[in-house]
Every structure is written in C-alpha cells, then in structure tokens.
C-alpha cells in the first residue's frame, strides 16, 4: 500500500481523512482534511503551533481541490494564433525539451534558468535544485523566497552563523516577559499564532510593535512605536544607545559568549534618542520605555518580519535588532532571543535544500569544494559539473531576455508577475522569452505567458514534507490522488530529465526523494540526515539539525555555544541610511505594502475561493483622513498611486491609523491594482532582497 494510500485510510473506511497541515504561511497550522463522497471539510487539529485554531484562508482551504479554474491539461500556445491550447502530456514535455535544447545550443546552458517558490514541498525544493544543476546545468536558479527572508538569513548567518527563522519553540513567546515585534502583523498574516501572544499576556507579559500603521496587532499591544518607513534601524540603535546609557547590558554574556561588541558602542553612541526621533518620528518617551522593558525583562524575545527586512537595507537593519538581542544576553535563553517570523509555508526548508542561487542541499555553499564533492557523489556526478553560482531573484529576472541573460525559464510555485517589485518590467522580461513554461494548478497571471503550462497536484493530493517557521520538519500527507490529467511537480521533473539525458535519476516517489535529501544534507548546517518520515510522526515534527537517528533533534539552538567557528556570535555596527528612493516635490509621499487578512500572496489561489473574495474583493489604498481632504479625496474613491516605476489604481481606504505621510496598499491583485507596479526594485547589496516597504509617490484622484 502506497503512503497516500495509507493516509487517505488510516481512520479505516470512510469517510476518509488525513492529518495534515495548512497550504499557506509557514505556521503551517496542523488540520485534519476528510472527504465523504465528493466533498473535503478541513476539521480542528490540535497541533504545538496552531492548537486547534485556523484562520479563514486555513478554513476555507479545501474548496480549491475541485475549483472550476482548475488545470487538469498541459496546455501550449499555438503559434499561429498565439492562444494557449490543450495539449496532451507527451506533445507538452518535447515542445519542453525540444526548446531547452535549442536555446541552450545557442546560447549555452546558463541560458535556461530555473525560478522556484517557498510553498514547496522539501522533496520537491530538493528536485528542483538538483534537476536545475544536473539536468539543465545552469547556475541560474533561485526563488520567490528571496523576497521573504533573505535579508533575515543573512543576518543571522553573520551574527549567529546559522539562520533558521526561530531558533527556539514557537510556545516560547507565551514565557517572554516583553515581546518586541518589529514589522510584524500576525493577527492578519498568521492568526493562529496569537494564541501563544494570549499566553503571554496571561502571564502579565509585556507587547511591544513598532509598524507605521495601527495594525491588527498594534492595536493590542501595550506600547505601538509608529516609525516612518525604512528608519526602524535608526530606531535599533537608539534603543542600543539607552541601553547601553542606563546600564542594561548583560555584561557578563557579552564578554562570555559575544566579539565585536566595541565597535558597535562606538557606533551606536551617535544615535541620541532626541535625533531618532527627529528622524523616525517615534517619541523619545517611547523608545525609553521600550529599552527599559526589553532591558529589565528576566526574559525577552526581539522578532521581526517583512516590515523591518524589505529594504535595501534589510540586513543591516536585522543586524540591528540582532546586537541588541545579544546586548542585553538574550538568545540562548528559554523565553528569550532573538527570532524571524517566516512568511511563506516552506520558505525555511524551501531556501535549505537548493533553490537558492549560492546554495545546494543542507544549506551548504555551492562554491565550497567539500561541499561540492559531497552532493556530487551523492548525486552520482562530477563536482566539475556542477554550475557555479547564480544571482538573486530580482536580477535574475531582470536579465531574462537581456543581451547575456537566460532566454528560457521554468517557473515552479510562483507568480512574479504580481509578487515581483517593478512588475510591469518583470512582465515584459517574461513576455519577451523565447520559452516559459509555468507549472501550477491554476492559470496564474504568469502562466497566463507561458508557451507551455503543466498541470500539476495540490497540497491534499501530494505526500512529502515541509519546514515551518521553528525550524520544525513536518509531514504533509496526501488524502486523494490528483484529477485524472494532473501529474506531481516530482514527475514533471523526471519527465523532463528523461528528455534532456540527465547523468542521474530524478525519483517520482517523495519518500525516496526524502531519504536522498537525507544523504545530501548530511553533515550541512541544515543536517536532515536524522530525519524521517516515521519520527516526524512519532514526534509530532523534527528541528533540525538532527544528524543522527537514534540521537536528539534541536528544538532550541544557542544554548551553549553558536556556530560560528569559535562558538561565538558576532555584533555588526551597522548604520542608518536614508531609502533608495527620498520623497521630493514630484513625488511627495511614502507608500509601502503588506498583506491583509483574507488573502495570500499573490492571491492565485485565495482570490478564487468566494467566502475570502467577500471578505477582501480587491486592492484599496489606505489614505490618512488629513492626506485625502488635502488631495480632495472621499472613501471610495478611485484613487492613482504613480512613482517612477509605473502606478496603481485602487479605491481610498481612509483610515486614520496610517501616518499622514504615507499611504499603504495591499499586495494580492493583479491588473490595474497591482501594487508592485509601483515598488522600487533597488535591492539590498548582501542579500538580493528589493526594497518593496518603501518609495516615492505621487496620489491623486483618478
């Protein structure tokens, strides 16, 4: 009996059900999905990250397994009319095949790139990255998770030397007595979670947000920081500055388990509390109370999310955060430390097994020779065939169809024609390919331009394993088989691997991809190798790194030493500067953009289920009460949002919860309220990350 089939029976006869987790954010919230007859209801779980609780999307789930826009046929535009049509799957695959080939005889194998997305499986990540540099032999692979929580991941690997978004249990937050949350809503973008906020404040606990706009979150915590967009690493460093002013350093750890930690007093010594909030905006009161709380707290723990990390300062800006968490001694601590809120469901174990331009599985270098030798044998290939490096997301893209850029591209699980910030360039880089291929299992507006699209199975049609936010190895497991005409991402790989004459085998069953990964990532930072299918079972999830099957798993890293070479975490002075893009007189406002509640990422799969589409049934851009009497605006109003890049147009939201100097807009709508056509795409020079939270605008009435 096969592992699907095992699932789909494992109550005994029907109805049939399957203990699961969510197809959304990377809380990765544990469900039970059953299926009586032709209907699938998603039913409570009780699980350590989500206890029971889902929210809407989670809720609503279900009703995308038999959507009337599913794909269930490959299908190919036709030349002559330009229109895509049905094709079957063998006449999908050489036309596949056949223009790989031609385009890398031409142009050389780089030529062909790769462009994957942090909701998939851990199996089908792995896959992707080796089909990427086995089969193609490209170096151009990379993924939408570069913008989720790269600048967080570089940080933590400078500071700590490993990055793995939180590095302790999520029930921790209920024990922190202060809980400082920096660019993070998770009463919209992960509900659930709010549970553990409940616990801590129960417990008397202290929360602490510092986002321009009065959030969901902001407004139950007990001191909201309302900082101008793209200063929260000034704010860092001021609170360093009182820190260090009122005596709340833990001296002792410094000096025990810390280096660098003098240059950056010296550095932080500039940045007086009366001039950040000259710049900033947020009150010298504030940012006293807050240091004090962090700084008197017998525990805290410092988050942050795509609010402090979208810039093109990102890193620099977690870094921040991060020397006041080792200043004042906090991680290693239970209750305490410092930890990154994921935002995508795999973007964890999505960036460790090999989507990542510089990265091949276990989080390893791919220009490390030891690193090379040991994936390459265990692929079965020369190290000298495998490719070097890529480049980032946004460049990547940037250069498909540029004079020396790829001129081919296979997307998997990901949409960048509304996700990618400059859209409406990114969207004419793809249209001008000499092939794209796009698989998914609805017509995306980037599969709207491919040559070929594929067909491929949802989250409850699919075995394998993800990676939440804790660094938490889980099982998804698979309640029925796909429509009829619908094939696994795993198979398509193979399928095409067969065609191109691969020098390795590309495994359909996700279990055998899962004991290969194992292998590949023994003895990398992201160590799976003690991992499996029946131990996430027995132990309702596995953290990594967990070398060894009969020995422990790591659910809280830093308890004793960090892995750096000498055990040591590492401070990093870093200093404030301006965004990419000022305001001026043509383009006098701020915008920046984030999520709302009912919707998810680039909205594909939310913006189909009808209960969500009532719930948020379009863009809007949210506008201060004094900002829309000055431009003769009124609620509801069709409003145009222009910055050097193009522009939007949405309805006025008006709300006097946003800083009168910046308007905001959601980032799930494609066409005309499509609000990366508006972000800048200047990029963080360490890691690729664009600066999506903050540009120059002009707002008028359309």
Known sequence: ?????????????????????????????????????????????????????????????????????????????????????????????????????????????????????????????????????????????????????????????????????????????????????????????????????????????????????????????????????????????????IALTEGLIDKDYVAARTTGFDEVRRTVAGYWPAEVERLSGVPVADLEATARALGTAGSAIILTARGAEQHAKGVDTVSAFVNLALALGLPGRPGSGYGCLTGQGNGQGGREHGQKA???????????????????????????????????????????????????????????????????????????????????????????????????????????????????????????EPPPGVRSDLAVLAELADRLDAPASFPTDPAEVFTELRRASAGGVADYAGVSWERIEADEGVFWPCPDPAGPDTPRLFADSFATPDGRARFQPVTHRPAAEPVCADYPLHFTTGRVLAQYQSGTQTRRVAALRRAAPGGFVELHPDLADRLGVTEGDEVRVASRRGELRAPARLTPTIRPDTVFAPFHWGGAARANSVTNDATDPVSGMPEFKICAVRVEKA
């Open 1 to 241: 009996m096969t592992d699907r089939a095992r699932s789909a029976t494992r109550s005994g006869g029907d109805p049939r059900q399957a203990e699961t987790h969510c197809p959304y954010c990377a809380l990765q919230c544990g469900m039970v999905l059953r299926e009586t007859g032709d209907r699938v209801e998603v039913l409570p779980r009780q699980f350590p990250t989500n206890r029971g609780g889902l929210c809407q999307k989670g809720w609503t789930a279900a009703e995308l397994l038999d959507h009337r826009d599913r794909l269930t046929t490959p299908l190919v535009r036709d030349p002559a009319t330009g229109e895509l049509r049905p094709a079957t799957w063998a006449a999908a695959l050489d036309r596949i095949a056949a223009g790989i080939r031609a385009v890398q005889a031409g142009h050389g194998r780089d030529a062909v790139a790769v462009f994957g997305g942090g909701g998939l499986t851990n199996e089908k990540a792995y896959a992707l990255g080796k089909f990427a540099r086995v089969a193609l032999r490209t170096r151009h692979i990379d993924y939408n998770g570069r913008w989720c929580m790269s600048s967080a991941a570089a940080a933590g690997i400078r500071a700590f030397g490993v990055d793995r978004g939180l590095p302790f249990p999520l029930a921790d937050l209920g024990r922190a007595e202060t809980l400082l949350l920096v660019g993070a809503n998770p009463a919209e973008t992960m509900p659930p979670l709010m549970r553990h906020l409940a616990d801590q404040r129960d417990r008397g606990g202290r929360l602490i947000v510092v986002d321009p706009r009065v959030t969901a979150t902001a407004r139950q915590a007990d001191l909201h920081l309302q900082p101008l967009p793209g200063t929260d690493l000034a704010v860092a460093n001021a609170l360093l500055h």
């Open 358 to 480: 510089d990265q091949l599985p276990g989080y390893r270098k791919i220009d490390d020779p030891a690193a090379r030798e040991h994936v390459a044998g265990v692929w079965g290939v020369d190290p000298e065939d495998l490719p070097g490096p890529g480049v980032p997301a946004y460049q990547l893209l940037d250069s498909l169809g540029t004079p020396g850029g790829p001129r081919a591209m296979l997307v998997f699980g990901s949409n960048p024609v509304v996700s990618a910030p400059r859209a409406a360039r990114i969207e004419s880089r793809l249209r001008g390919l000499d092939l794209l291929v796009v698989a998914d299992f609805l017509l995306s507006e980037t599969a709207a331009l491919a040559d070929v699209v594929l067909p491929v199975a949802q989250w409850a049609e699919e075995d394998g394993t993800m990676t939440n936010l804790e660094g938490r190895v889980l099982r998804r497991r698979a309640l029925r």
